[in-house]
């Protein structure tokens, strides 16, 4: 007999239940009323664990449901500000008691982890040794692990919040990346990359389908062509919760989707544009 969904009690294979479970989550969690950080942990742990237990077709009825369809994109900012006040509670817990325990407790430590060990494998090739995280975050894991798994390269953030730069300097040093730097400026408009040989985009870095292909375009125009530029991307599950890249904007380009994230919900699209030139196929 499979185990419960321990959440919400639903067996796990009555995916009809588990289907309207999910959606009446995704409607529970862009009303107003459940805009604290405490009501947000609750409904999207309870929906994360549905999605992660999720099979294709139970995925494929959410995102073709047309109770889903009508507030896609406020869940996917909803979903982005509940990413921001979590780390945000983090990294002043953190400040506060001058220690990293808080950093141990956070929820989604392990999957981000997995994700970085997963990309830096997937840019080995590349051998970057000066990249830009955009998007980092007043808690920025990924430059974090980055340096961890890469320790001859540097990494900067980006990040467009001046309060969320100031609780990431601090988190830093108390981790012991007192030289991380930090640019606070908005991906829309900042375009001074020359100085990188890899620009990463993270996941929520333009959460409406609009203005996700806007952060594309921009990235197109303003990355110079030796530098590789990669983008995260909502797969799987994930594209319940957060955005996409949308894929016709790169054709023509030369870039790969890389397969079988070990974490899921999303996945790195990678763009290389100076592969011609460096005669790299
Ligand atoms: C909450 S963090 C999540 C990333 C996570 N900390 C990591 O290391 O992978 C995402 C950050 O992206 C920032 N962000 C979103 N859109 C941006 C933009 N257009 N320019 C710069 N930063 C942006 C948000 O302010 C937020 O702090």
């Not at 494929?60 to 990413?83: M, Q």
């Not at 409406?208 to 590789?228: C, Q």
Request: aromatic share 8%.
């Amino acid at each position: 007999m499979p185990e419960n969904n321990r959440n919400t009690n639903l067996p796990a294979g009555d995916d009809t239940g588990l289907l309207d479970r999910a959606l009446a989550l995704c409607e529970a969690v862009v009303e107003e009323t459940a805009s604290s950080p405490a009501a947000r942990e609750r409904l999207f742990s309870e929906l994360d664990e549905i999605l992660d237990r999720a099979g294709e077709d139970l995925i494929e009825s959410i995102l073709a449901h047309g109770r889903f369809i009508a507030i896609r994109e406020r869940v996917h900012d909803v979903r982005a500000e509940y990413e921001y006040q979590r780390e945000t509670v983090v990294a002043e817990n953190m400040i506060r008691a001058k220690s990293d325990a808080a950093a141990q407790e956070f929820r989604s430590r392990d999957w981000y982890d997995k994700a970085v060990d997963f990309e830096s494998k997937a840019l080995a090739p590349w051998n970057p040794k000066r990249l830009v995280f955009v998007g980092a975050g007043p808690f920025p894991t990924t430059p974090f692990n980055y340096m961890n798994h890469n320790p001859d390269s540097t990494v900067v953030c980006l990040e467009k919040s001046g309060d969320a730069a100031a609780l990431s300097r601090e988190v830093a040093k108390i981790l012991g990346f007192g030289r991380l730097e930090i640019i606070t400026a908005d991906a829309h408009t900042y375009d001074a990359y020359d100085d990188f040989d890899c620009v990463m985009v993270g996941l929520v870095v333009g959460t409406s389908a609009r203005d996700k292909s806007r952060i594309v375009d921009h990235f197109l125009g303003a990355v110079p062509e030796n530098s590789v530029l990669t983008f995260r991307t909502a797969v799987g599950p994930g594209r319940v919760i957060y955005p996409s890249v949308d894929l016709a904007q790169l054709e023509g380009l030369d870039y790969r989707i890389m397969p079988d994230p070990p974490h899921k919900s999303f996945t790195m699209i990678l763009v290389d544009r100076g592969a011609a030139k460096r005669g790299r196929t």
